[in-house]
């Protein structure tokens, strides 16, 4: 096995044929998984004719390593994955009563992977709630290790809740009904910089034009409020040849033809404005919970859920995921769509460096879906034909060999 080598804090080395691990998922997950593995595979032969290959490591989590283990997230696997420094998973089910509160949430944390990426846009052909689902083509930077899904909480009767309570009655004067219960919302200066840093290389590299930074500052702040100060400061400090803000582009629009715009929004402000001004949006760098929900509104967008590529990226380590649940009343029944698993593969070698077999995944995936080549879930949509999940991923390669050929 070749695997990926650590360089430094930041950087990597990839081989010709680098050991990637693969977590298949529970429910829907092996379906998918197989799908996007064959496209993956199919993709990297087609644009380097063998110069390139991908060695998979499969990783047990979820359900299947309950089975085998008597853990859903054994250390071994967290071992193999941190061997593999890239890593790709299916959808996984959190466990019950078992500590974690999500097995996502964990992996996250445990690699630091601080920044939850979601590219959205529009593939012609795809059945939308709106008017123009062309001008989406957004990506969106959401911190993803603190914010309320650091998971700091108490039960309403607990003895911490109590505590906390007549904590903040006695030195604060901050009175809470007793049958309140208790969670803290933690955002930091270094995990809120480091993020909107992050987004704003990312614009930098693929010739974006602005950066928003979305919070809710105007009640919160001493944590959004301070999110959104941080980010400012960063492009300030960091990238003043690089940026500009809003207010200095109002007073001087051609600096945009060379610099991106740093601009901010409060979040509920976000959602109307990513509906009625969709192409004033390129880049967004948000605080955790605010992420949660606004990359899943801008997917409704352009599709949903099963058609939406994420990845979870640190300063080294990164573990790409179908960013949709497990759906487990279709597993084993070959219909999932397999499309959110296949583009966020197509992102993971856009990450390493493999460029060019990323272009031919997305501009197949692409192509099936202005010929309504697609599974059951956009089948009824389009009242068309449904193919299996792995006809699409079949239909996906025949269209990459003819675009290769």
């Excluded at 054994?74 to 097995?103: A, H, N, W, Y």
Aim: charged share 25%.
């Amino acid at each position: 096995m070749a695997f990926i080598e650590i360089e430094s804090e930041t950087g990597i080395k990839v081989p010709d044929s680098p050991t990637i691990g693969y977590i298949e998922g529970d429910g829907i997950g092996p379906d998918i998984s197989r799908v996007a593995i064959k496209v993956l595979n199919s993709a990297v032969e087609m644009a380097y004719h063998g110069n390139k290959s991908v060695e998979w490591k499969k990783v047990i989590a979820g359900d299947e390593a309950y089975e085998k283990t008597g853990k859903h997230l054994p250390q071994e696997s967290l071992d193999m994955l941190k061997k593999c420094v890239i890593s790709i998973k299916g959808p996984l089910t959190t466990p019950i009563g078992e500590g974690f509160r999500s097995l996502n949430v964990t992996l996250r944390q445990y690699f630091d992977l601080y920044a939850n990426v979601r590219p959205v846009r529009y593939f012609p052909g795809v059945p939308s709630p709106v008017k123009n689902p062309e001008l989406v083509n957004m990506v969106i930077f959401r911190e993803n290790t603190e914010d309320l899904y650091a998971g700091i909480e108490w039960r309403y009767n607990s003895d911490e809740a109590k505590m906390i309570r007549w904590y903040l009655n006695e030195k604060f004067q901050v009175k809470i009904p007793d049958d309140a219960g208790i969670g803290i919302k933690p955002i930091s200066k270094f995990k809120s910089t480091r993020l909107v840093r992050k987004a704003i290389q990312y614009a930098i590299q693929n010739h974006r034009k602005s950066v928003t930074l979305v919070h809710k500052g105007n009640i919160m702040k001493y944590t959004e409020g301070a999110f959104k100060e941080w980010g400012y400061e960063v492009a300030r400090e960091e990238f003043k040849d690089y940026t500009v803000t809003e207010e200095e582009y109002s007073n001087s629009p051609g600096t945009s033809s060379w610099k991106i715009v740093i601009k901010d929004r409060i979040t509920d402000n976000m959602f109307q404005q990513v509906l009625t001004r969709t192409q004033d949006y390129d880049i967004i760098a948000t605080t955790n919970l605010n992420g949660d929900y606004l990359s899943d509104a801008i997917a409704a967008q352009v599709g949903g859920l099963g058609i939406a590529p994420g990845g979870n990226i640190g300063d080294v380590y990164a573990i790409f995921e179908a960013v949709h649940g497990t759906a487990p009343k279709y597993a084993g029944m070959d219909i999932a769509n397999p499309t959110s698993l296949i583009l966020s593969g197509a992102m993971m070698l856009r990450h390493i460096g493999w460029v060019e077999a990323s272009d031919i995944i997305e501009e197949a995936v692409g192509e099936c879906y202005r010929e309504q080549k697609v599974t059951q879930d956009m089948a009824r949509v389009m009242n068309v034909k449904a193919l299996k999940c792995s006809e699409f991923g079949d239909e996906v390669v025949k269209r990459m060999r003819k675009s290769s050929s």
